[in-house]
Nanobody, 115 residues
Framework: VQLVESGGGLVQPGESLTLSCVGS????????MSWYRQAPGKEREWVASIMSVGNVRKHADSVQGRFTISRDNAKNTVYLQMNSLNLEDTAVYYC?????????WGQGTQVIVSS
């Protein structure tokens, strides 16, 4: 089982990034997928989730209207489109696959927002 994130980088405030997370070793379409982030010196926090069916999505209040989670089951990939990035979005971003008691985490991808 593996989740591999990519797409992080250094951007300026107001710019956009799209993160990707590719899963392997499990039936990706069966799993709910989520993004979390952890800023320096802070606890890991939930950012967004997308369910395995029905395309049901939820986003944290802090990113609502700026970030969008989506998935492509044919590519075993979940995305996080991030617009209007600000300094507070600087963090390591992790994806998680979860179904009932099972969950898998990726290794994270760094996003730095700096002027």
């Amino acid at each position: 089982v593996q989740l591999v994130e990519s797409g992080g980088g250094l951007v300026q405030p107001g710019e956009s990034l799209t993160l990707s997370c590719v899963g392997s070793g499990f039936i990706f379409s069966h799993y709910h997928m989520s993004w979390y982030r952890q800023a320096p010196g802070k606890e890991r926090e939930w950012v967004a989730s997308i369910m395995s069916v029905g395309n049901v999505r939820k986003h944290a209040d802090s990113v609502q209207g700026r970030f969008t989670i989506s998935r492509d089951n044919a590519k075993n990939t979940v995305y996080l489109q991030m617009n209007s990035l600000n300094l507070e979005d600087t963090a390591v971003y992790y994806c998680k696959g979860h179904l009932q008691a099972r969950e898998f985490w990726g290794q994270g991808t760094q996003v730095i927002v700096s002027s």
